[in-house]
C-alpha cells in the first residue's frame, strides 16, 4: 500500500477501537442517504412519465393526420400514400367526438366516443391489450356500411332547372340579359319613387276554406282544464325501444367502455347503452331542424387502461356507427399510424408533412399531442432531483468538517511526517483519498439502499388515489445509467470538498505546526 493510501485509512480509524472514527461514519451516512434519496426520486419520477406514456400510447397513435377542415372524405387515398413511408407499421381511420352517455337512470357527460376500424385498429392502438372483459367480436355488424351524406352545401341548395343568365355579353356595348333585368328593375323603382306611388306588388290569393272548419266560439268537451300524465309516454308502435328485449339488445353494434365508466353507469356485458349528440346533431336542412342523434349500442367489452381519465370518458364504437353522428358521410376525423421506434416519431411526422406539403392537412406526434403533460413531468423531474442533490451538496459540508476536524487533530503529525521528508503531494493525496473513501463509500451504501427502496415500492405498491393522480399505484423504473450518474456526482461533489482540507493540510509548516502546540 502506498504511503498516501496507508496514511488515509489510518487517519480515518478511531483511536480506541482502530475502526471507523465517528466524524467519518457520519460523513459516509450523510453521503448514503443523499445519493439513496435522489436515485429514488429519479426512478420515482422517471417512473411517472413511463407510466403516462405508457398509458397515452396504449389507447393513441404515435402520429395523427388531421384535417383543417371538417369534411375528411379522402381518407383512403391518404393513407395509400402513408403506406410508403419508412418506419410506419400500422394506418387506421377514427372518428371521434364528444357525446352524452346514458344507461337506466345515470348519465355521464363528456364522453369521447372514438369510431375505429375493427381490423386495421389492433394494429396502431394497444386496446386489445387492456380489454379486462370480453373481446372485439361484435364491435361491427355484418351490415354495417358507411352512412350516406345529409348535409349539403349552399350550392346544392340551388335547382338543377333554374339556368342562370350569362353575365357577360359576346358582343362589346351589349348588356347581357341579367344586366338588363336588373337595369329595368331599377329604372322602374326610379319612377315609381319620382311618381310617390309605391311599386305595385302582385296579388296575393287566400287560400280556400274548408267547408267543415269550425267557426265563431268553440270550446271542446269539458271544457279547457285537463289533467297531463306525469311522464310524456308514447305507445310501443310510435316510439320503440330498442333496448326492451334482449333479443333486440344482441342485434345492436358493439361498444367498448372504460371499467370506471362501467363502475359508474352499472353496466355489465350485454348491456344497453346509450349514446347522444349533445352538439352535433342540429342541422338547418330544407327549412327543418334535425334533433341531436341518439343510438343505441351493446356493450361487449370492457378495457382497463389504468389512466382513471380514459377509464371514466373514452369509449370506442365501429367507424360507420360513428360516422352516423355527423352530416359529413363517409368522412373521418384523422387518421392514425403506428411507427416501429416510438423515438422516430418526430421525424416521421417531418417525412408525413413533406408529402402531404399542401397546407389543408397538419400532422402531430405523440408528445406535440400532450405536450402540457409530458412537459409538466420533465419539469417537475428536474426540479425534484435538483432540490434532493442538495442533500448531498450538505452531505459534501459534512465531509469538509471532518477533515478539517481531521487536520487540526493531527497537525502536529503533519509536522513531523514533512520535517522527516514527507512532500506536499503526498500529503494532499493523502486527504484527497480519504475524501473519495468516503464518497465512494457512501455512494456504494446509498445505490444500494435506493435498489431497496426501489425494489420494495416495486413489489408494496404504495396505493394512489386514480381521481388525483389518474393511475392506481406509485410507478418506479430503474434505469442502470441514472444510477451511476447520481454515484458520480455524489463521488465528484465529495473529491471538491476534500480540496481546501487538503490543501491548507499540505502547506502546513513544520515550525508553525510546532510553535503552537507549545
Not at 377514427?94 to 375505429?116: E, Q, R, S
Not at 400532422?363 to 417537475?380: K, P, V
Not at 478539517?404 to 493525496?429: F, H, P, Q, Y
Request: net charge negative; aromatic share 6%; with cysteine.
Amino acid at each position: 500500500m502506498a504511503f498516501p493510501l496507508e496514511l488515509a485509512v489510518r487517519y480515518m480509524r478511531s483511536k480506541k477501537s482502530g475502526f471507523v472514527s465517528v466524524g467519518t461514519a457520519f460523513a459516509v451516512i450523510g453521503v448514503a442517504l443523499g445519493v439513496a434519496a435522489l436515485a429514488t426520486v429519479i426512478s420515482v419520477t422517471g417512473g411517472f412519465r413511463a407510466e403516462f406514456r405508457e398509458k397515452v400510447l396504449g389507447v393513441n397513435a404515435h402520429v395523427l393526420i388531421l384535417k383543417y377542415s371538417s369534411d375528411f372524405r379522402e381518407y383512403r387515398t391518404v393513407m395509400e400514400q402513408m403506406e410508403s413511408v419508412p418506419g410506419v407499421v400500422g394506418i387506421a381511420p377514427f372518428v371521434i367526438d364528444p357525446m352524452m352517455v346514458t344507461h337506466g337512470g345515470k348519465t355521464a357527460t363528456g364522453v369521447l366516443l372514438k369510431g375505429v376500424d375493427p381490423e386495421l385498429m389492433p394494429k396502431v392502438l394497444d386496446l386489445p391489450r387492456h380489454i379486462v372483459e370480453g373481446d372485439l367480436k361484435g364491435l361491427r355488424l355484418a351490415s354495417a356500411k358507411p352512412p350516406e351524406r345529409r348535409r349539403r352545401s349552399v350550392l346544392d341548395d340551388l335547382p338543377d332547372e333554374v339556368p342562370l343568365p350569362p353575365v357577360t355579353s359576346a358582343e362589346p356595348g351589349v348588356k347581357a340579359p341579367l344586366l338588363e333585368q336588373i337595369q329595368k328593375s331599377i329604372d322602374e323603382a326610379e319612377a315609381a319613387s319620382d311618381a310617390g306611388t309605391p311599386p305595385p306588388e302582385a296579388p296575393v290569393a287566400a287560400p280556400p276554406l274548408d267547408p267543415d272548419a269550425p267557426f265563431g266560439n268553440v270550446e271542446p268537451d269539458g271544457g279547457y282544464q285537463s289533467d297531463l300524465p306525469d311522464e310524456d309516454l308514447l305507445p310501443a308502435d310510435v316510439d320503440p325501444d330498442p333496448c326492451a328485449s334482449p333479443e333486440a339488445v344482441k342485434l345492436l353494434p358493439g361498444i367498448i367502455v372504460g371499467k370506471t365508466l362501467k363502475e359508474n353507469l352499472g353496466l355489465e356485458l350485454g348491456s344497453c347503452l346509450q349514446v347522444t349528440s349533445p352538439t352535433i346533431g342540429y342541422v338547418y336542412s330544407k327549412g327543418a331542424i334535425r334533433a341531436p342523434v341518439a343510438k343505441q349500442f351493446r356493450v361487449i367489452a370492457v378495457f382497463d387502461a389504468g389512466f382513471d381519465q380514459y377509464d371514466s370518458k373514452l369509449v370506442y364504437t365501429d367507424l360507420f356507427e360513428a360516422q352516423a353522428f355527423g352530416d359529413s358521410g363517409d368522412s373521418v376525423t384523422g387518421i392514425e399510424m403506428k411507427v416501429a421506434n416510438i423515438d422516430d416519431a418526430r421525424a416521421i411526422t417531418r417525412l408525413v408533412d413533406e408529402q402531404l406539403a399542401d397546407g389543408i392537412y397538419h400532422t402531430m406526434d405523440w408528445e406535440e399531442l400532450n405536450h402540457g403533460l409530458f412537459t409538466a413531468l420533465r419539469i417537475q423531474q428536474i426540479l425534484m432531483s435538483l432540490v434532493l442533490a442538495l442533500i448531498i451538496v450538505v452531505a459534501a459540508f459534512t465531509v469538509i468538517a471532518t477533515l478539517i476536524m481531521v487536520v487540526l487533530d493531527k497537525k502536529k503529525e503533519i509536522a513531523v511526517l514533512k520535517a522527516m521528508g514527507a512532500t506536499n503531494s503526498a500529503l494532499l493525496r493523502s486527504f484527497l483519498y480519504q475524501g473519495g473513501i468516503i464518497g465512494l463509500a457512501g455512494t456504494a451504501i446509498g445505490l444500494g439502499l435506493g435498489v431497496l427502496v426501489c425494489r420494495g415500492l416495486l413489489v408494496y405498491s404504495f396505493p394512489l388515489d386514480p381521481k388525483v393522480y389518474f393511475i392506481s399505484k406509485l410507478p418506479v423504473q430503474v434505469h442502470p445509467h441514472e444510477f451511476v450518474m447520481v454515484g458520480l456526482f455524489a463521488v465528484l461533489v465529495c473529491l471538491m470538498a476534500t480540496v481546501w482540507p487538503a490543501m491548507y493540510a499540505a502547506r502546513l509548516r513544520p515550525a508553525e505546526a510546532f510553535r503552537e502546540q507549545q
